[in-house]
């Protein structure tokens, strides 16, 4: 196995696999469109955005950017999500967080349809994931799998550790490697800020997943030699070059490198496969609908 688990390798082979089941689908005269939903000024989610819609259009998925007012009351943004729900040329619907603090997350996305939920937020969706269903998988915890799958790394029986119990990340990716299937079938613990004797419990770990938010938290004392270490942090940290600022992950990449068997670099790793997943979600509704 490589030592470095390159992210944008794993995204190309995705995106190279979605153009070809999209151009199928458009021969069915089945043409997959994305709608996006961006409230207020946020400089990430609108990079994030852009992102989507660029690689989107690579492969031959349209997009809508609906870029809605800070102010937006709750009902106008459900009215805008109902007509999205309707509409059959719109075949998946991402909400861009965070929402201004009037709105109630929650409450919003009870509106999206399940079957038109690709970033799996849904409450159905989450529950279905949960008892090993099929159903949309967040795009994080999918960009794991597909990278587990693309270097073909072993976690059956094997021990993972995952810090982080968000919604997004942590839980669900926690559910998903439990499954009893290919790279699954694993023994997991999962970690969180009221956790004792975090390093204890890292240091047991063949694969270690970190997803925290805090800049180089992981350490190479923290690491059990020869472990596989996946890294979903990316934090802006300050720097004294021209640019001002860098992204980091939540593992200190040059202090755990030796010790480690291979590790997910920031930026270029886990992050970089979130927009292929994402958007095979979308090519997900979209074959559905034809079978259907
Ligand atoms: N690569 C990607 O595409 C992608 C996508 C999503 C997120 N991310 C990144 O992944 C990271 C996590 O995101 P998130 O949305 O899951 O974050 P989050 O909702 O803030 O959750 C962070 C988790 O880390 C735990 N934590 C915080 N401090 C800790 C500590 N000192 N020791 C142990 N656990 C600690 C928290 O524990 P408590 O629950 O106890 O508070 C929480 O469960 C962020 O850096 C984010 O930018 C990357």
């Known amino acids: ?27 069915n005269r089945i043409h997959p469109k994305l709608s996006i939903f961006m409230i207020g000024d946020n400089s990430a989610a609108e990079y994030y955005s852009q992102n989507i819609i660029k690689k989107a259009g690579k492969i031959g998925i349209q997009t809508e950017l609906l870029q809605l007012a800070f102010e ?11 007509l999205a729900n309707r509409n059959p040329k719109i075949y ?9 603090k009037h709105i109630q997350g929650d409450k919003i996305i009870l509106e999206i349809s ?36 693309f270097y073909q790394i072993e976690t059956d029986g094997k021990k993972i550790v995952i810090i ?11 559910n998903l490697l439990l499954r009893k299937n290919k790279y699954a079938n694993a023994t997991v613990t999962i970690c969180h800020s009221h ?25 190479a004392k923290m690491i059990k030699k020869n472990s596989i270490l996946i890294d979903v942090g990316i934090n802006e940290i300050k720097t004294n070059d021209a640019n001002g600022y860098k992204f980091v992950g939540d593992i200190l990449y040059e202090d755990v490198f030796e010790k480690a068997k291979a590790i997910t670099p920031v930026p270029g790793g886990i992050g970089s496969i979130t927009t292929a997943t994402l958007l095979s979600n979308v090519v997900k509704t979209a074959e559905n609908r034809k079978n259907s």
């Open 1 to 27: 196995m490589e030592k470095i688990l390159s992210g944008k390798k794993v995204s190309k082979k995705i995106l190279s696999e979605l153009k070809e089941k999209v151009s199928k689908l458009s021969e």
């Open 72 to 82: 937006i009351k709750e009902k106008e943004l459900i009215d805008k999500i109902k």
């Open 92 to 100: 998946g619907i991402i909400l861009q967080m965070p929402l201004p």
């Open 114 to 149: 399940p079957q038109k939920d690709i970033d799996g937020m849904h409450p159905l969706n989450a529950g279905k994931l949960l008892l090993g269903k099929d159903c949309f998988i967040p795009c994080t915890p999918a960009a794991v799998l597909e990278l587990l799958k």
């Open 164 to 174: 982080g119990r968000s919604n997004i990340v942590g839980k669900p990716l926690a």
């Open 195 to 219: 956790t004792k004797n975090i390093e204890k419990i890292t240091k047991s770990a063949d694969i270690l997943i970190a997803a925290i938010g805090k800049a180089n938290f992981v350490t």
